[in-house]
């Protein structure tokens, strides 16, 4: 008897996220019924100079919030791109720069009760000057803020992938 | 020019979460339209003895996880009940504790670009036994880890709200 998924359907899909009813068998063998937000899973990005951190200020709507400050980051949203592929794409669109030096700190689950969003969290150093352009306008305001106020952007922070990345790297510095 | 919602319309409504396609004006005038899941929120609870931290394993079937191990967690699911009230009824009912000392460490947004669920962390301790039944069968196994081992229980856990929480206790101590 295993834990698996014996049935699922689809019943709302969206221009992001999907909704789906599902059927799991769990490991003694019972059934139960889900509801899950389906989302193709996201990536962030702690990025410093050794001076400066580089966040990014945008609306969001879902939040009521005109201007919420954020770790660089951005949707698994092209077929086949890896995370570090995307983290590197979002760095050069939202920031403008690209890193000499990437890390992959950890990688979580935004809400496992009832989404199956992962959130991959990478860190960027050894910044250099690398535009790209954005797909669609994004309304993105870059902040820098200086490493040494770390504590007060971590109490100021909103979002579980900034606290996160942020977080950690007071916590447990620049290794994975 | 006002930040504000101009429209609403649900498209889904499920048992716990549901879906709204809402448009907003943005602060220069121009209107976008946004796919919102709605989610009522919920609490987290760092909860330890001065020796033990107090976590729960519990089958997650929206990412495929038989066992995912996490805090003491649950969902402003009773109308009205406010996060701290949550909080402490979740954590008699899934770890049999109340506790003398309640701190509030942060509230984030899990997912604020697409959902907006907003998660409150809380530091429970001082603990004492405190059993409370709870509404369903969870399925939840309780797991000890002591407080040595904090930065290895970071490295496993996999999800937001543990990270933030236990993060928390490890970068910025028992303070908010």
Chains 1, 2 share one sequence.
Not at 9 to 32: F, K, L, M, S
Not at 88 to 115: C, D, M, N, Q, V
Request: hydrophobic fraction near 40%; proline fraction near 5%.
């Amino acid at each position: 008897m295993a834990f698996e998924r014996v049935g699922v359907e689809e019943v709302w899909r969206g221009r992001i996220a999907t909704v789906r009813v599902e059927r799991w068998r769990q490991e003694d063998g019972e059934e139960v019924e889900r509801e899950v937000v389906g989302h193709p899973g996201a990536v962030a990005v702690v990025a410093h100079d050794g001076e400066q951190l580089y966040l990014v200020r945008q609306p969001r709507e879902p939040v009521g919030d005109p201007a919420l400050l954020e770790l660089p980051a951005g949707k698994l949203d092209r077929q086949g791109e890896d995370p570090l592929a995307t983290a590197k794409r979002e760095l050069a669109e939202e920031i403008g720069k690209g890193a000499g030096s990437w890390r992959h700190l950890t990688t979580f689950w935004a809400s496992p009760g009832f989404s199956d969003e992962a959130i991959h969290v990478y860190l960027a150093t050894d910044l250099y000057d690398e535009h790209a352009e954005a797909d669609e306008n994004e309304r993105i305001v870059i902040e820098t803020v200086p490493l040494s106020k770390l504590d007060e952007l971590i109490r100021h922070c909103k979002d579980s992938k900034s606290l996160v990345g942020l977080l950690w790297l007071k916590a447990m510095g620049e290794s994975a």
